[in-house]
Structures are given as C-alpha cells and as structure tokens.
DNA sequence: AACGCGGGGTA
DNA sequence: TACCCAGCGTT
C-alpha cells in the first residue's frame, strides 16, 4: 500500500475532478442524501436535471417528508428503480418526526434509515460532515479492482469484502470529502468500464491490471444468465375528452406506487368493457408492440387503444384510479413506457386541433 | 442485446 | 448468508 494514494487522488481532484456538480454546491446532509440516492444506479448526466427539479420542489428535508407521494413519484418518473423514491419520501418522514428534522451524522445512524446503505451512508458522512467514512460504489469498485487486479465478481460476498477493507485503508482522514468525490469521479470519467484512459491517471504508474494490460478483466463480470420474455397488453382507455384511464399499483413490486394502464397478459378489450362498463368500446385499435427490458426480465408490451366515447361508465375509486388528461397532465409517477405512450396520445391529441 | 449500477427483502 | 428483486442509459 502506497503511502501516498490518497495524496494522488487529491492532487488529481483539485485539477481535474468536478467541482461544479449542482449538489457541490451547498454540501448540506439533505442535498448530498438527494443527490446520492439518484447516483445510485443512475449517471451523473441523468440525474442533473432531476435532481434540480427536485431540489426546486422540495427545497428541505421537511418540505419532502410533507408532500404527497404522488407528487415524490412524478419527479422520479424516468428515473427508475422507484423504491428508491419511496424510500427517499419515507426516511423524510422519519428524519421530521423522530429526529428533529436533523440527519444523523454517522454511519450508523444513517443506515437505520430505508433506502441508505453503507456505501451511501459513507457519502454523505464524508461529503456533507466532512468526517472520515469510506465508500465503495460502483466507481470505487472498479478503481481499486483494478489497482490491485482483485479477481472476481464484486457481487460475491467475499470479493466485496476484500474490496471494503481496501477501500477502508486508503480512505484519508483529512480532506476526506474531496478524497471520496475524487475516486468517483476518477471512475466515472477516467477508470471507465471499457476504455480506460490510463495515460492521465494518477494511479497508473502501479497499478496491477494496467501493468499486466488487462484494465479491463477487472472487476469481474457478473455470471450472465438468460433473461425471460413476459408479454402483457395495455388497454388504453380513452373517453369522448381524450383522457386516458390509470389505475395505481399496488405499493410493492414492479412500478409500485405508479399509475399504469389496465394491464395483463391475456386482457381482451371487448371482454374487459363488457366485464366492467356493461357495453362493448366503440372502437379498438392495436398499436405495433415494443420491448421493455428489466434487470430480470424482458416485458413484450402490447399497447391497445380503447375508444369509449362519451360517458363510459367507469366509477373512479378515489385515489386509486383517474382519467388522465393530456392537456392538463396531473402530477402522479409513471413508469417510462407507459409515460412514452401517453405522451404519443397527447401528440393524437394535438394533431386533431 | 448485453452490461452495469446500491440497497431492500426473504428463505 | 445467499440469493432474488428492481428500470433505466450506455455500449
């Protein structure tokens, strides 16, 4: 272990690290929990524009921890892995009620909180308290994979902990801060995950995967297996005013908390009017079929649009379902593709005028 | 089409 | 402890 690591990534941060990220700015434990929580999963490019949406919405902890879910979720639409969001609204609530509205400073304390992990805990530990604490996100992972050619898939229990224990060494107690968003961004701009730019790395000079030419070996791959293929069906109801109907899933599992078309895999349309409004719709048009794929499965979504016409006989159960009008969108979460098909629907919409 | 990304939940 | 779950953008 070189003695000056630490040392190198600093002087490699003052002069080309990213000092103007929009949550560099006021380094507070709210915006620095906000920014960490989007950073998960989520590129920095991504996530700017919402975290400034976000941030203009709910400018505190106790502005968040006080708003409808609703309206968390729609500033999350696009992002994805919306637990994340529900979590984020949750510990809010929990920070306002039984903390004071203050964040806990130390790890411990802010790993009791839904939806903050040790790496994240870290973060904002270092970042926002200026204090020592390690991370190990997916950029630090690879880094220090790669420095000391750690062989194997971090996901296993024992590559993860040989790389928290390398991360823990060489976390500085001084300028920690600017230390732990220096390893980020060497990650993310430098050390990247196919073509490294090892000519201007600080760590190149003794760094094992790069003295043996194989950067990218490392970290190793995670064991791929093949996804399966699900279908379903969208049944896109619109009555006479060109609203859509939505209905909000269940709180857990896939898009939960989201609102979602009548959805299933053998749905008929004229079935499902007949079933539920008493009448057959007035007229049924299929739109050409797409692929959204998630971490675990393919989903093969068949988009059907249902004409009811006027007055078609839905009995809205509040906050469970709504028309959905797309000239006055409401401020609810949707997940993208069902955010992409309305947004083809207002487009119908406009070109009618 | 494959890949990568932190954390929660469950057996 | 070892899986399974979750949604995008990038390559």
Known sequence: MPQDFAPRILTWFDQHGRHDLPWQ???????????????????????IPFYQRFMAAFPGVADLAAAPQDQVLHLWTGLGYYARARNLHQAARQVCEQLGGEFPADVEGL??????GRSTAGAIVSIAHGERAAILDGNVKRVLARYHAVPGWPGTTAVHKTLWEIAERYTPAERCADYTQGMMDLGATLCTRSSPQCPRCPLAADCAAHAMGRETDFPGKKPKKTLPVRRTRFLMLRDGDGRAWLEKRPPQGIWGGLWCFPEGE??????????????????????????HSFSHYHLDI???????????????????????????PPAI?????????????????????
């Open 302 to 328: 068949e988009p059907i649009l249902v004409e009811l016409g006027n007055s078609p006989g839905l009995v809205m159960e509040a906050n469970r379902q709504l028309w959905y009008n797309v000239r006055q």
């Open 266 to 291: 053998d749905l008929d349309p004229t079935h499902w009017c007949l079933d539920t409004i008493g009448r057959a719709p007035d007229a049924i048009e299929t739109w050409p079929g797409f692929r």
């Open 333 to 353: 979460g949707l997940a993208a593709p069902i955010a992409g098909l309305l947004q083809q629907l207002a487009h119908q919409d406009l070109a009618k005028e």
């Open 111 to 116: 790993m009791a909180l839904p939806g903050i």
């Open 25 to 47: 700015r006021d380094t507070s434990p709210y915006r620095v929990w906000v920014s960490e929580i989007m950073l998960q999963q989520t590129q920095v490019t991504t996530v």
